[in-house]
């Protein structure tokens, strides 16, 4: 039996001889590799904090204590360490282990995560409940240094650490976010990383000086009052932390050693711990940003290059633009590759702005941007663009500025599950006052409505647009509805890469003897449906189909519009329902949430007959 094997709970990694702790670590990189390689997930920062978390579980006990994983991607040892390595081949697989921490999966998991920086505010939470209800437990927030970007973090920091509430921020910095880190907060923390090489001088010039000690004594008197009175402290010492580190995150016992001192400290204590992501894989080690997250892969060979997708078709689109448009600027906030922004960043590297995790922040520079001449455009993925709503409309809507969003990832996403669900930008985006969006069903359609955003609007624009790759309808029909197809008995209204869906299920019905016109909606706000009128002034009855959540949905947005001016006998509106939807594949999510062809050919069947 392996070491590995015999763990099961928390405590049974208390139970380990220390001797056994690093062969520990070895087994579970190993297993990592093998497991991950055969379901996809997130791979580089998972190897990175198999020590740290091994060290957490011979501290803590997840079932009693609150062990926070910031956004949760890197939790896959404390998953397998905590009863879930036998399920462990079915991580992000429909109906199997989520790829983030989840409540209703273990009491282990205290927390949904899977947006970045919010670790050290629920912490800051639930130590508050703690206080306020006498209970007693441990909290422990583990935040990466990239998720640090985040301005949400240090609100959170800031106020923990003059709480005086008893928690343990462990920052574990890989000098990574998914790409390389940037901005200030990423900076401070490499001075911080170089304290190891400047503890070393200090033992070896301590050593020069023992013969004089006289002259040490001044010397370091000297120092003291110039680093005192001249220099800033840390910045999470000055906050009010006691600030210890940092550590090598690759020394099992050490970590234990100082995540136990820094528990029984009774304060807020922050530990910074240095990791390398991918550790132990040679190719992830290499190139961690393309190891972040992976599908299915041959571990001897390393990850397949990615086939085309909107993704990159929307930036090599942006870069045609950007040659002949000086005042296009692209923004992302940490993610130029998910969002194909890496060649933009290559050719135009003036232009190209990544403001780390801080989608806030990114939808405020777009506004100060709009508003001097520039057009910038964000590209941020549609559950991310949730943090900038209050933006949206403060710093860009309120003023009617020109300035362009695109919203990778729309709709159902799949594997990853309910926080990354494209699920709400449809009803979000509907309410920005002025707001156009556009849903392009095909590549092309991409490039012709991005072309629409930036130079036939005046005030801000979206294009939504899904994760992966265009279907079998491939034309490019940019209007703001249009007829694919012509039918009597009902109209069937989609958009996007669903109206493939739309298409599929119209072809079937036909097959049925029943006769489906289908439209496509390329935008809304402003349209007033007429096509769609003028449709189910023939049918009289009405399906859309369409992967986002029920409120604000574009087929409530129709019944609206057209409520008291088209005569509709029936309808079904196939949609999220409330949005929040788990992980599997795309396509077992559309039939588990009944918007696919299936779903739509029995919605006309039941509305009007037949077999
Ligand atoms: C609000 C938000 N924006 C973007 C992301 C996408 N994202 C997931 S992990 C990650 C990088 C996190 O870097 P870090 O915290 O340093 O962890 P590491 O992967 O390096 O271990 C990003 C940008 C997210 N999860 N949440």
């Known amino acids: 039996m392996s070491i590995l094997e015999k763990i099961n709970t928390s405590n049974d990694v208390k139970k380990l001889s220390t001797e056994e702790l690093v062969p520990l670590c070895e087994e579970i990189r190993a297993f990592l590799i093998d497991s991950v390689s055969r379901t996809g997930g997130h791979l580089a920062s998972n190897l990175g904090t198999v020590e740290l978390t091994v060290a957490l579980h011979r501290v803590y006990d997840s079932a009693r204590d609150r062990i926070l994983f910031d956004v949760g991607h890197q939790s896959y040892t404390h998953k397998i360490l905590t009863g879930r390595r036998e399920s462990f081949s079915t991580l992000r697989q429909f109906g199997g282990i989520s790829g983030f921490p989840k409540p209703y999966e273990a009491p282990d998991d205290p927390f949904v995560a899977g947006h970045a920086s ?35 973090s240090f609100e959170g920091l800031s ?9 343990v921020v462990i920052l574990n910095d890989n000098n990574m976010s998914i790409a390389e880190n940037v901005g200030g907060a990423a900076k401070i923390l490499q001075s911080m990383r170089i304290k190891p090489a400047y503890l070393s001088f200090k033992r070896r010039y301590r050593k020069l000086f023992r013969h004089l000690p006289a002259l040490y004594r001044f010397n370091h008197a000297l120092k003291e009052w110039i680093k005192s009175h001249l220099l800033p402290d840390d910045i999470f010492s000055e906050m009010g932390f006691y600030h210890i580190g940092p550590i090598n995150g690759h020394d099992v016992h050490t970590l234990e050693n100082v995540i136990r001192w820094a528990r029984e400290m009774h304060s807020p204590v922050l530990v910074h711990v240095l990791t390398k992501k991918g550790k132990g894989y040679p190719f992830a080690e290499k190139d961690p940003e393309h190891y972040h997250g992976v599908g299915p892969f041959d571990p001897a060979v390393g990850i397949p290059p990615e086939g085309e997708s909107f993704s990159s078709r929307f930036g090599d ?22 969002t194909g922004l890496e060649s933009f960043a290559a050719q135009y590297p003036e232009r190209f702005f990544d403001i780390g995790i801080a989608e806030e922040h990114a939808v405020s520079m777009a506004g100060g941007m709009a508003k001097q001449g520039l057009l910038p455009v964000f590209a941020v993925y549609s559950s991310f663009l949730q943090r900038g709503f209050d933006m949206l409309i403060h710093d860009i809507a309120l003023q009617g500025l020109h300035a362009v969003f695109a919203v990778d990832r729309a709709g159902l996403v799949g594997r990853d599950g309910e926080t990354h669900q494209g699920s709400f930008d449809i009803s979000f985006l ?21 072309e629409k955003a930036l130079y036939s609007c005046d005030g801000p624009a979206a294009i939504r647009y899904p994760r992966g790759g265009e279907g079998d309808y491939r034309d490019c029909r940019c209007e703001s509805e249009s007829v694919l197809r012509e039918g009597r008995d009902v109209t069937i209204v989609s958009y996007g890469v669903m109206i493939n869906e739309a298409l599929k299920a119209a072809d ?26 003028a449709s189910l002034k023939k049918t009289k009855k009405l399906i859309v189909t369409e992967d986002v959540c029920a409120f604000g949905s574009v087929g409530a947005q129709i019944m609206t519009a057209l409520s008291g001016k088209t005569e509709i006998k029936a309808f079904r509106l196939l949609n999220l329902g409330d949005g929040v939807v788990p992980h599997g594949s795309v ?21 009007l007959g037949g077999e």
Do not use: W
Not at 159 to 167: H, I, K, L, R, T
Not at 593 to 605: G, I, K, L, W
């Open 430 to 450: 509907s309410t920005v006052p002025g707001m156009t969006v556009f849903l392009p069903a095909s590549f092309s359609e991409l490039e012709g409505m991005l």
């Open 159 to 167: 106020n923990a650490a003059q709480s005086g509430e008893p928690m």
């Open 317 to 338: 689109a942006l870069c045609r633009f950007a040659s002949r448009d000086e005042r296009i600027a692209a923004i992302t906030a940490a993610m130029s590759g998910g």
């Open 587 to 607: 396509e077992e999510l559309r039939r588990f949430c009944a918007v696919d062809a299936a779903a739509v050919v029995e919605a006309a069947r039941d509305m």
């Open 508 to 533: 079937i019905l036909e097959i049925k003897g029943i006769s489906a016109e289908v439209v496509k909606i390329g935008q809304i706000r402003p349209n007033g449906f007429e096509v769609v009128s």
């Open 118 to 152: 919010d670790s050290v505010s629920v912490a800051l939470g639930m130590a508050h409940a703690r206080t306020l209800s006498g209970e007693d437990y441990d909290i422990c927030a583990v935040i990466g240094d990239g998720a640090m970007t985040g301005g949400l």
